[in-house]
C-alpha cells in the first residue's frame, strides 16, 4: 500500500512539472518576453537531471529500489521549478528596471568576422585547457571562458545567417555546433560539457525562430539526444580508457568509430537504456538521501558553501592560498551517506546544495533569487543583439552561460560567471579594436560597443 501511495505521490510530483512549464511557456509568450535561449538552457538540463528520473520510475517495467529518496528529491526540486518561474516572472521585471540595454545602431548590422574571430579565441581556448597552461592560478576559468566565445560565435553566425536568409550559414553553424559533443568526448572522455554547450546553441535558435519549428526540433533533437547519450554510456569505460591513457588519436578515433557503429536508437521499454539514464541523470536520489539524513542529523552547512561561492569570486592569482577549489569535493558523500568510485565525478547540483546549507527555505529563496538574475541577464543579451551590439551581447551571453551548471556547485557557478566578464570584457575593451585598426579597413565591420565598460 505504502508502494502504491509512493507512486501517487510521484505521479503527482511528475505532472505538476509539466503544468509549472505549460503555465510559464503561456505567461512568457503573454508577456512577449524575449531572451536568447539561456533560461530555455538552464530547464532542459535542470529537467534532464530532476524530472527525468521522476518520469522513468512510472514506467511499471523500471525496477527501481530508490522510489522514496527519489520523491523525497523530486518534491524538493519541484519547490525550487516554481521558485525559478516565480523569480523569473516577478522579480526579473523589478531588476530589468535597473538594467538599460544600451542600443546600438538601429536596426541589423551585420559581423561575420567578429563571428568568426570569437570562434578562433574559443578554438584556442579549448586546445590551452589541454596543456599546463590551464593549471596556472586563476587561468582554467579564464581559459573556459574563452571556450564559451566559441558557443557566442556559433549563435552569431546562426543570427547573422537567418537576418540574412542564408541556409548554408545556418546549417554549417549548427553543424558546428553537433560536433562539440564529440570533441569532447574525444579529447577528454566527456560527453556532458559539449552537449552542454551544443544545447544553449539550439536553445538560442529555438529563441529566434517560430513557435512550431521549436516543437519539432526540440523533439527530434530531444529524441536524438538520448539516443546518443545511452549509446555513448554502453561504451563509457571502453572510450575513458583509451582517451585517459594518452593514446594516439587514431586509436580514440578508432573506438568512436566502433562505439557508434552499433548506435542504438532509445528505446522507452528497454530496462537497460533506462538504467543508463538513470545512473547519471537522477539527481533526486542525491537530494532525497540528504533529506533523510538531515532530518536525524539536522547537521546542516548553514551558507558555509554559499560563502565558498563568494570567495570563488576572488581569482586564485590574487589569492595563491584560496581554499576553495573547483568541484563538488567530498560534500555529496558528506551529506547523502553515499560513496563513489575515485575516479567519479558527482555534482551536488542547486537543488541539494541550497537544501544543505538552509533546508526548503533555502531551496525556495535561492531559486527565485537564480531565476531572476538569470532572466535578467537573458532578456539583456538579447536587447543587446536586436540592438545590433553584438559585442555587448556576447558579454551577458557569456557570463550568463557560466550560469548554466544546474548539476554543478554555486563555486564553479560564479567562479564561471566572474571568468565569463572578465575574459569577454578584456577581449572586448582591447583585443578587438587591435584587430580593428590593424587588419580590417571598415571600421562598420566591428561594432564600437563600450559595454565592456
Given at each position: 500500500m505504502s508502494h502504491i501511495a509512493d507512486r501517487m505521490s510521484l505521479l503527482s510530483l511528475v505532472s505538476t512539472w509539466g503544468l509549472l512549464l505549460a503555465g510559464f511557456y503561456y505567461a512568457r509568450r503573454v508577456r512577449t518576453v524575449e531572451g536568447t535561449g539561456l533560461l530555455a538552457a538552464y530547464l532542459i538540463s535542470f529537467c534532464g537531471l530532476h524530472w527525468v528520473g521522476g518520469l522513468i520510475r512510472l514506467f511499471p517495467w523500471f525496477k527501481d529500489r530508490s522510489l522514496v529518496a527519489t520523491t523525497l528529491g523530486l518534491e524538493r526540486s519541484t519547490y525550487a521549478l516554481a521558485a525559478l518561474i516565480a523569480g523569473s516572472l516577478f522579480i526579473s521585471p523589478l531588476i530589468a528596471r535597473f538594467v538599460r540595454a544600451r542600443r546600438g545602431k538601429a536596426g541589423y548590422m551585420p559581423a561575420p568576422r567578429l563571428a568568426r574571430i570569437y570562434l578562433i579565441i574559443g578554438v584556442i581556448s579549448y586546445l590551452l585547457l589541454l596543456t599546463f597552461i590551464s593549471r596556472l592560478p586563476s587561468m582554467a576559468a579564464v581559459i573556459s571562458a574563452g571556450e564559451g566565445l566559441y558557443v557566442a560565435g556559433l549563435c552569431l553566425i546562426c543570427w547573422n545567417a537567418i537576418q540574412q536568409k542564408r541556409a548554408a550559414g545556418l546549417l554549417g553553424g549548427l553543424a558546428l555546433a553537433l560536433t562539440m559533443p564529440l570533441i569532447t568526448i574525444i579529447t577528454q572522455g566527456f560527453m556532458g560539457y559539449g552537449a552542454a554547450a551544443a544545447v544553449v546553441v539550439f536553445s538560442f535558435l529555438g529563441s529566434i525562430v517560430s513557435r512550431w519549428k521549436i516543437a519539432l526540433i526540440g523533439a527530434l533533437a530531444c529524441y536524438l539526444g538520448l539516443s546518443v547519450y545511452v549509446t555513448y554510456m554502453r561504451d563509457r569505460t571502453e572510450i575513458r580508457t583509451v582517451v585517459w591513457g594518452a593514446q594516439p588519436m587514431e586509436e580514440r578515433l578508432n573506438q568512436i568509430e566502433q562505439t557508434f557503429a552499433a548506435f542504438e536508437w532509445f528505446n522507452p521499454y528497454d530496462s537497460a537504456h533506462l538504467n543508463r539514464i538513470d545512473v547519471r541523470m537522477n539527481q533526486n536520489l542525491l537530494v532525497g538521501r540528504a533529506v533523510a539524513?538531515?532530518?536525524?542529523?539536522?547537521?546542516?552547512?548553514?551558507?558555509?558553501?554559499?560563502?565558498?561561492?563568494?570567495?570563488?569570486?576572488?581569482?586564485?592569482?590574487?589569492?595563491?592560498?584560496?581554499?576553495?577549489?573547483?568541484?563538488?569535493?567530498?560534500?555529496?558523500?558528506?551529506?547523502?551517506?553515499?560513496?563513489?568510485?575515485?575516479?567519479?565525478?558527482?555534482?551536488?547540483?542547486?537543488?541539494?546544495?541550497?537544501?544543505?546549507?538552509?533546508?526548503?527555505?533555502?531551496v525556495i529563496v535561492g531559486f527565485l533569487l537564480l531565476g531572476a538574475i538569470l532572466t535578467t541577464v537573458d532578456i539583456t543579451a538579447h536587447a543587446r543583439l536586436v540592438a545590433g551590439d553584438h559585442q555587448g551581447f556576447v558579454l551577458w551571453f557569456v557570463s550568463g552561460m557560466g550560469m548554466l551548471q544546474a548539476g554543478g556547485s554555486l563555486a564553479e557557478l560564479t567562479a564561471s560567471v566572474a571568468g565569463g566578464l572578465i575574459t569577454v570584457a578584456i577581449v572586448n575593451r582591447y583585443f578587438l579594436p587591435h584587430l580593428q585598426q590593424t587588419y580590417f579597413a571598415s571600421p562598420a565591420t566591428i561594432p564600437a560597443s563600450s559595454s565592456s565598460r
Open positions: 539524513r538531515l532530518s536525524e542529523t539536522q547537521d546542516f552547512a548553514n551558507g558555509e558553501t554559499v560563502w565558498s561561492a563568494l570567495v570563488a569570486l576572488v581569482p586564485r592569482a590574487l589569492w595563491p592560498d584560496k581554499p576553495v577549489v573547483a568541484g563538488s569535493g567530498d560534500l555529496v558523500s558528506h551529506y547523502t551517506g553515499l560513496h563513489f568510485g575515485e575516479f567519479t565525478s558527482v555534482g551536488i547540483g542547486q537543488v541539494l546544495e541550497f537544501y544543505i546549507n538552509f533546508g526548503t527555505i533555502g
